[in-house]
């Protein structure tokens, strides 16, 4: 009988909240090793972003998107260090990683430098990536692998009775409630009693008081306006306005308009809106390339800016997904975990994945929005473009200095959640 191996990715989005004045782990990053390292990483990890959004939009197509390409792609580099042979490779190759060019221990250093990089504490912004395992007590893990993957992955270990199948949802969910400050709530309800470990990420974003550089003012969002879901659908949604100076571009190329958002110091969102019929093209020309030409070009002006109030969430089972994408032995009988264990028989049963994000005006409600201070109308009225997010876009959320995308998604139906 096979002992199954579960995989749990979860995400606690940007959403509105007072600052934690809990005191954090300070984390050292040696940043000249870190940066030529992370450099290499991004493109790597934002080609396979693009590669696993395209993949949603054949599995959920027409429907809202939203998943965290930087979480996935961590848990896997981790459950990679205890793979061998074919197992292992499939994974990291699944992952955008020639191992011709990249050694396998290249790559477990890059993610633990990522993972440095992202706990830093930075102001103002509460950015936590976590991981965590849950070990069958009769199961005899790997020293080296509990060592690698506390010290690469900053990861807790946990040793759990797996027969008992109640009581051990119950531990995994309550870490997750504890982890996720309650957005996550029993996760986890199909635990099968031969689960012998099972592996939670989570990567928590909180962005405080005013999450925008330029926050909106509440009083001018108009609380029923049309955003066009299909040639046939409209839907009414709350739409924030101002008038503010941004990056922005029109990519001619891709027939597409691309505005640049910031919040706080260390991250950013850009909004991707392509032109009516034009979705299709976008998502297929997506990647590592296509960011970089657009941090080229991206030029700050004044426009007449429109975005829509939301909040959507989505739950994947990323099984099916990933085993498309090339990463079957782990799922197979034949699976080779033995990096991990000396136990035999254990598989990859399944890859579970949740992301929420909420796009509002500001941060808490009890933080007053400055006054948005307006040039003279008859100035600038003819240079300004319109940018109004009223049909299908695409999202975007990097950290900074990584360049990492920590939220990737299609908003289609703002008022799905």
């Known amino acids: 009988m096979p002992l199954f191996l579960y995989l749990v990715l979860l995400v606690l989005g940007l959403h509105c909240a007072p600052p934690n004045t809990s005191e954090g782990k300070v984390t050292t990053c040696h940043s000249s090793q870190q ?20 993949r949603f939009t054949v599995e959920t197509p027409d429907r809202n998107i939203l998943f965290s390409p930087v979480s996935i792609s961590a848990a896997l580099a981790m459950l990679s260090i205890g793979a061998c042979s074919s197992t292992q490779t499939q994974i990291l190759e699944s992952l955008g990683y020639n191992l011709t060019d990249t050694t396998t221990a290249e790559i477990q250093q890059g993610f633990q430098h990522l993972i440095c990089s992202l706990n830093f504490p930075k102001k103002e912004l509460e950015l936590q990536m976590g991981n965590a395992l849950f070990i069958g007590k009769q199961m005899k893990p790997s020293p080296k692998f509990l060592d690698d993957v506390k010290n690469l992955y900053e990861t807790e270990v946990f040793s759990t009775n797996f027969s008992n199948v109640s009581a051990a949802q119950q531990a ?71 008038t503010e100076q941004y990056y922005h571009l029109v990519d001619t190329e891709l027939n597409c308009t691309v505005l640049q958002m910031d919040y706080s110091k260390n991250a950013l969102a850009l909004f991707v809106l392509p032109k009516e019929g034009q979705m299709e093209w976008v998502e297929g020309a997506m990647s590592s390339k296509t960011l970089k030409k657009w941090n080229r070009l991206l030029q700050k002006g004044w ?30 009988d034949n699976a080779d975990f033995s990096e991990l264990t000396e136990d035999n028989g254990l598989k990859l049963s399944k890859a579970a994945h949740k992301a929420v994000l909420h796009i509002g005006e500001k941060g808490s409600e009890a933080v007053a ?36 995308i920590l939220f990737l998604g299609k908003v289609v139906d703002p008022t799905k959640v």
């Open 172 to 242: 995994v969910n309550s870490h997750v409630e504890k982890k996720t400050k309650g957005k996550v709530v029993g996760l986890i309800q199909d635990l099968k009693p031969n689960t012998i470990m099972v592996l939670v990420n989570y990567i928590h974003f909180k962005v405080f008081q005013a999450r925008w550089a330029n926050p909106f003012d509440p009083s001018k969002t108009e609380e029923g306006s049309s955003f066009l879901v299909d040639k046939t659908t409209t839907v009414q949604v709350p739409m924030m306005h101002q």
């Open 369 to 404: 929005v400055p006054e948005v201070i307006f040039l003279d109308q008859a100035e600038i009225t003819l240079l300004r473009p319109i940018i109004k997010l009223d049909r299908s876009f695409l999202l975007l959320i990097l950290e900074k200095n990584t360049r990492s």
């Open 303 to 332: 426009i007449d800016l429109f975005v829509p109030k939301f909040s959507i969430s989505s739950t994947y089972d990323l099984g099916t997904i990933l085993l498309k994408m090339g990463i079957q032995d782990a799922f197979a």
């Open 35 to 54: 940066n030529a390292t992370l450099y290499k990483m991004s493109s790597i990890n934002a080609d396979f972003a693009f590669n696993l959004y395209r």
